[in-house]
Nanobody, 126 residues
Framework: QGQLVETGGGLVQAGGSLTLSCAVSEQLFSDYGLGWFRQAPGKEREFVASISARDISTYYADSVKDRFTISRDNAKNMVHLKMNNLKPEDTAVYYC???????????????????WGQGTQVTVSS
């Protein structure tokens, strides 16, 4: 069974930065696309960013474009989400997920992701 474990969440003031990390098991990391999603209280889980397995393509939700950056660390089997200029509306539980069809393109469709982490809380105060 593949595993994903997120770390790096916490409390930050608006305008601040935070980096989330996700440790991905070997069997998932090499050939799966990886994505970050988030879920705020009372809202549906939504796409944030994704990166293909071959590190060729990245995608971002419009709400985070130019503020967040997704990257893969191939040496450590990890995926990171660097978040700058955080806003109170970024407050949510952030999840890392793996897409088995994401070799060259990692989809924004959460239904395509078959493995999920347990989530990490990000709280942005105003």
């Amino acid at each position: 069974q593949g595993q994903l474990v997120e770390t790096g969440g916490g409390l930050v003031q608006a305008g601040g930065s935070l980096t989330l990390s996700c440790a991905v098991s070997e069997q998932l990391f090499s050939d799966y696309g990886l994505g970050w999603f988030r879920q705020a209280p009372g809202k549906e889980r939504e796409f944030v960013a994704s990166i293909s397995a071959r590190d060729i393509s990245t995608y971002y939700a419009d709400s985070v474009k130019d503020r967040f950056t997704i990257s893969r660390d191939n040496a450590k089997n990890m995926v990171h989400l660097k978040m700058n200029n955080l806003k109170p509306e970024d407050t949510a539980v952030y999840y890392c997920a793996a897409d088995p069809r994401g070799l060259y393109i990692a989809t924004q469709d959460l239904d395509e992701y078959t493995h999920w982490g347990q989530g990490t809380q990000v709280t942005v105060s105003s």
